[in-house]
């Protein structure tokens, strides 16, 4: 009988760090770490986020066109620290023939009815600095916003990036539509609550959706032409990370850009965008 309330004891012992060891979304530190596991990886691992869609052109006093299939993936590697993360990510999506599915080389602009090459997105880096100073870690409901839906909880962040842009109309007049980029990007995070809440879990499941709004890409040299591109995409987190993407994608960055099957090992800036590529291609002469 001893023996056996010895084993009791210890196995209370044992179990009582685990039973400890809860998550609450009230406090802020535990709701911070939330969207780490949600964006990343809490235990520092690599993720993958993969994401399909469409691109349309919204035109004044037009009807939208269906311009482009879309397909991208984010891959990041999570680096914890005491609050917040920083992640560290390169990220490629991929302008579709969006009745064949074909990543497209060349295209013919059904709104110009000029052929162009087309230049894909291949962001390099991407990182993110999810670090907080002590004084705004009690705001970060407000910082990093979420609705509660029941059985899941989306983490939604709506993003209005305006800032003098890359591809001044003075020299860059063919494909820029204006001196100062503006544009929306609506992200939301879907994952469930009872994930959230397994604090044995490191990374949880996600389902995505990315919806953009923004000037014409260069490429498709609309020059200052009215109008706006709408992206409309979504997706999920992968469990199987880079080797899970569909074999198109893989195939492609690997012949193109291998080095895309792995995050950065480490922190550079700045932020690679589309503009900011055109611009170096174009200022090298690879873009005619």
């Known amino acids: 009988m001893q023996n056996m309330i010895l084993v009791l004891v210890l196995w209370l012992l044992c179990l009582s760090p685990m039973i400890a060891q809860t998550v609450d979304l009230s406090k802020a530190s535990d709701y911070l770490n939330a969207f780490m596991r949600v964006r990343g990886d809490a235990g520092g691992g690599v993720t993958v986020y993969h994401w399909t869609g469409s691109v349309y052109s919204m035109i004044p ?3 939208r066109t269906e311009l482009f299939g879309f397909e991208g993936f984010n891959i990041a590697k999570t680096v914890p620290g005491a609050s917040g993360f920083t992640l560290l990510t390169r990220e490629a999506a991929f302008f579709k023939d969006y009745r064949s599915g074909e990543i497209l080389e060349t295209w013919r602009n059904p709104l110009t009815n000029i052929e162009v090459p087309v230049l894909h997105i291949w962001n390099d880096p991407v990182n993110q600095d999810m670090n907080f100073e002590s004084d705004m870690i009690p705001y970060i409901r407000q910082i990093l916003p979420s609705t509660d839906l029941g059985d899941e909880l989306v983490f939604n962040l709506e993003i209005f ?12 007049a063919e494909f820029s539509q204006s001196d100062t980029y503006q544009a929306a990007e609506f992200f939301q995070f879907f994952s469930r609550k009872s994930d959230l809440l397994n604090p044995a879990l490191r990374t949880v ?11 014409w890409m260069p490429f498709m040299r609309m020059g200052d032409r009215a109008g706006s591109l709408v992206f409309v995409c979504r997706g ?5 990370g880079f080797d899970a993407l569909p074999k198109q994608i893989k195939d492609y ?3 193109n850009k291998p080095e895309y099957a792995a995050p950065p090992e480490e922190w550079s800036e700045p932020n ?11 200022d090298q002469g690879l873009i005619k």
Do not use: D, H, Q
């Open 253 to 255: 960055v690997m012949k």
């Open 236 to 240: 999920r987190k992968l469990e199987g």
């Open 161 to 172: 990036p305006f800032y003098a842009s890359p591809l001044p109309r003075k020299e860059y």
């Open 205 to 215: 499941p996600v389902t995505l959706t990315w919806n953009r709004i923004s000037p």
């Open 272 to 282: 690679e965008t589309s503009w900011t590529y055109f611009r170096k291609l174009f």
């Open 61 to 63: 006093g037009e009807k």
